[in-house]
C-alpha cells in the first residue's frame, strides 16, 4: 500500500503562485507514474500533469502548459505540481495519484494510489 499525502493549497489571487507537494513517506515515487488531476464542483476529475516512471518524461494537459510543471525532488519521495500565472478557472480540489505499472494515462481509473486532495482557490 502507498500513502499519498498532497499540500500546498490555498487561496490565491488570479496571476499569483502556488506550489503544490505530494509526498509517499517511505517510497519511492521514481518508478512510478504520478499524476496530478483536479475536481471542480460539479465537475468530472480532469487529468492536468504526469511525470513518468524512470525517465520523468513530464505531460501536460493543454489548459494549463506554460504555466504549471511537475517535477520530482532528488530524494524521490515527493512531486511537484508549480502553478504559475493561476486562473480563477483553475479552482479545484487538486489530488495526486501514482501507478508503478503505468507509461503515462490521462484516465484516473488507471491509477491505483491516490491522495485526499488539497484545495486550490484562485480569486478574481
Known amino acids: 500500500q502507498v500513502q499519498l499525502v498532497e499540500s500546498g493549497g490555498g487561496l490565491v489571487q488570479a496571476g499569483g503562485s502556488l506550489r503544490l507537494s505530494c509526498a509517499a513517506p517511505?517510497?519511492?515515487?521514481?518508478?512510478?507514474?504520478t499524476a496530478w488531476f483536479r475536481q471542480a464542483p460539479g465537475e468530472e476529475r480532469e487529468f492536468v500533469a504526469a511525470?513518468?516512471?524512470?525517465?520523468?518524461?513530464?505531460y501536460y494537459t493543454d489548459s494549463v502548459k506554460g504555466r504549471f510543471t511537475i517535477s520530482r525532488a532528488n530524494a524521490k519521495t515527493t512531486v511537484y505540481l508549480q502553478m504559475n500565472s493561476l486562473k480563477p478557472e483553475d479552482t479545484a480540489i487538486y489530488y495526486c495519484?501514482?501507478?508503478?505499472?503505468?507509461?503515462?494515462?490521462?484516465?484516473?481509473?488507471?491509477?491505483?494510489?491516490w491522495g485526499r486532495g488539497t484545495q486550490v482557490t484562485v480569486s478574481s
Open positions: 495519484a501514482a501507478d508503478y505499472n503505468l507509461w503515462i494515462a490521462t484516465n484516473p481509473s488507471e491509477y491505483t494510489y
Open positions: 517511505g517510497r519511492t515515487l521514481s518508478t512510478s507514474t
Open positions: 511525470i513518468s516512471r524512470n525517465n520523468g518524461n513530464e
